[in-house]
């Protein structure tokens, strides 16, 4: 019998964009984050996770099987997202378990401390924090990325995530996980995305000096380095050209789908599958071994 994943869809994918910030529900193809393969077992029972950017991509499916997996999920995301996000809602209280949204701008240091507070109040505890959500926009040259794209995507991706560290830090107790997501472009650079590999790499080393200042703690601090996955971050940043042949320059030839890299996440979240692992980059790489 021939496997599910064979189905996937390949390159070239239909030329698309979208306005930022980009809703999963407006691509063609959809991308896939059910996961129908993965089977829970109650790996983070008892558990609550806070997830930027959960709305949709790579972060929706995470929330889908940390859910799964019997967590409780807050996910962090834009307001213009909230359809996006009312879905990942559905899906998680599919699965039997409780959803928070949590509408916000992670460039805001005050929001993201509302959001960690919010979640303790309103869920419990805080034991996962999935740091996810990015910013990123196509340049063909240096002089082309202007001081405020600069900024935003500093300000997104690695301000976010030390806004969102801080907080959970705050409130975290032994035993709980910090996860980072970076990026293939962290490892190996990127041509046209020049200020968003500058975070991606930012964010790996802050993965590992963050892993080394809080082991005392017996917190964990970790990090998932996707390839090319297909996500809406994509049609809202790229030319339409270019979204259609995401992915194609992999060994597999296509690009990855969320629901195949959240099983990564969910490894580092467990303790039972990575209790003596931290400060470590997991590449999901579609094949690739560059990085």
Request: charged share 25%.
């Amino acid at each position: 019998m021939s496997s599910p994943l064979a189905a996937e869809p390949t390159s070239p994918l239909p030329p698309q964009q979208q306005d930022k910030p980009g809703l999963e529900s407006e691509m063609t193809p959809r991308p896939n984050y059910r996961a129908p393969l993965y089977k829970g077992s109650g790996k983070l029972k008892g558990k609550v996770a806070l997830i930027t950017g959960g709305d949709s991509g790579i972060g929706r499916a995470v929330a889908v099987l940390y859910a799964r997996e019997g967590a409780d999920v807050a996910i962090v995301y834009l307001p213009a997202e909230a359809s996006d996000a009312e879905e990942t809602k559905r899906a998680i209280e599919q699965e039997d378990r409780r959803a928070l949204l949590l509408p916000g701008d992670v460039t805001d240091r005050k929001f993201c401390d509302e959001a960690v507070k919010q979640t303790v109040a309103q869920l419990g505890a805080l034991d996962i924090l999935v740091n996810n959500a990015a910013y990123q926009e196509t340049r063909n040259s240096l002089e082309e990325i202007t001081d405020e794209d600069w900024d935003l995507t500093f300000r997104t991706n690695i301000y976010g995530y030390f806004y969102m560290a801080r907080a959970a830090l705050r409130v975290m107790q032994a035993g709980a996980t910090i996860i980072n997501c970076g990026s293939r472009t962290g490892l190996e650079g990127s041509k046209t995305l020049i200020d968003y590999a500058a975070t991606k790499g930012a964010i790996h080393t802050f993965t590992k000096a963050l892993a080394l200042n809080v082991a005392d703690r017996k917190i964990r601090v970790n990090c998932v380095a996707p390839g090319p996955i297909w996500t809406a971050l994509q049609p809202v940043s790229k030319p339409a050209d270019e979204v259609a042949d995401h992915g194609a320059d992999t060994p597999m030839g296509r690009p990855g789908q969320p629901e195949e890299v959240a099983p990564a996440f969910v490894f580092f979240a467990a303790e039972c599958d990575s209790s003596y692992i931290s400060g470590e980059v997991l590449g999901v790489l579609g094949g690739d071994t560059h990085g």
